[in-house]
């Protein structure tokens, strides 16, 4: 039986992710959460739900205790807002994830991490009809994308000294879960739900801006497939390999619905500016080293979050 620790469980990723791997015989999971009232999980076989702050050590250590694997998804903020506050922005993640590695490092033993990073934050533009490979050029052009890219060379660097091997994912843009109508991320989830409740839609800055989007039934597919390492340490890239852009989106979702979106327009900030106009993956490595492929067309899967946001 192998026992693999998930943290931000009860979040966007997390809250699938626990749920697809529960259905999977041999793997038992510990759910680890900062507030068990925000988990919303069923007790279910296979799953032990646990609270804690991975920004203390001692609940750091005592969630890594007899673990094979972590899977770390943790992370508050997004692109957009994650410039607000700097140093609490990376109390927040970054410290908190240097907290877990230590505890890593202090237990003594291999850990295997494998870590959320980001595909749509860290690469520089590509190009009309090109996609990023792991070593295209990156930009990290907010504090989101400047941690998720030191988690990685951090990960790199404790599978160098020898205390744990890693796997960093980086993720397109993910959807498939109906999310809070005000959320700010997660622009698929979002505005299912509001069309569902008959509110607008809310498109921030320029609507033009591409990016490749992955449903969660094939980034969870990834995760599965990364929990054993493939080396000390890898950056994989997990994407559909399309691009399509925000205006391009909301005429699929009028397509799918059948409701024509009232549309709420919200000027461009500093933050949403220097965000990257189009970010296509190229995920060829993951299906080499992996086995992984994306499986859920883009309309199926915005068919599957209307039926969910309907029924």
């Known amino acids: 039986m192998t026992r693999i620790g998930i943290t931000g469980a009860s979040g966007f ?26 988990a919303g999980a ?5 799953v032990e739900w646990h609270e804690g702050d991975l920004a203390s050590p001692y609940d750091a250590a005592a969630f890594l ?16 807002t994650s410039g607000h506050d700097l140093p609490s922005d990376a109390s927040s993640n970054l410290v908190a994830m240097l907290t ?9 033993g291999l850990c295997h991490v494998v870590y959320a990073s980001s595909g749509g934050a860290l690469y520089a533009d590509t190009r009309d009809g090109e996609a990023a490979s792991e070593s295209s050029p990156i930009n990290p ?30 993720i397109g843009n993910a959807y498939g879960t109906v999310l809070p109508a005000d959320r700010l991320q997660g622009f698929l989830g979002v505005a299912v739900a509001r069309l569902a409740a008959g509110e607008p839609l809310r498109l921030f ?17 990834a995760f ?19 691009g399509t852009s925000i205006d391009e989106l909301v005429d699929l979702l009028a397509d799918v619905t059948g409701h ?14 220097r965000l990257p106009r189009r970010v296509v993956l190229d995920a060829s490595k993951a299906r080499s080293i992996l086995g992984w492929k994306p499986t859920v067309e883009l309309r199926d899967g915005i068919e599957r979050l209307w039926r969910s946001a309907t029924r």
């Open 224 to 242: 599965q497939f990364a929990l054993q390492p493939s080396s000390t340490f890898d950056i994989l890239n997990i994407g559909s390999g399309r």
């Open 65 to 80: 205790s007899e673990l094979d694997c972590v899977v770390h998804l943790a992370h508050k903020g997004s692109p957009l």
């Open 205 to 221: 800055g320029d609507t033009s801006n591409v990016r490749d989007y992955v449903h969660t039934i094939d980034v969870c597919a």
């Open 141 to 170: 052009t907010s504090s989101y994308a400047i941690q998720k890219l030191a988690g990685e060379q951090y990960l790199r660097l404790g599978a160098e000294e020898g205390w744990l091997t890693a796997t960093a994912l980086r």
């Open 100 to 108: 877990l590695l230590q505890a890593i490092r202090d237990r003594g």
């Open 260 to 273: 024509s979106p009232a549309i709420h327009r919200v000027p461009a900030t500093t933050a949403s500016d």
């Open 42 to 46: 069923r007790p279910r076989a296979g």
């Open 13 to 38: 990723l997390g809250s699938a992710l626990v749920e697809h791997l529960a259905a999977r015989d041999g793997i038992e999971i510990l759910a680890l959460t900062r507030t068990l009232s925000l």
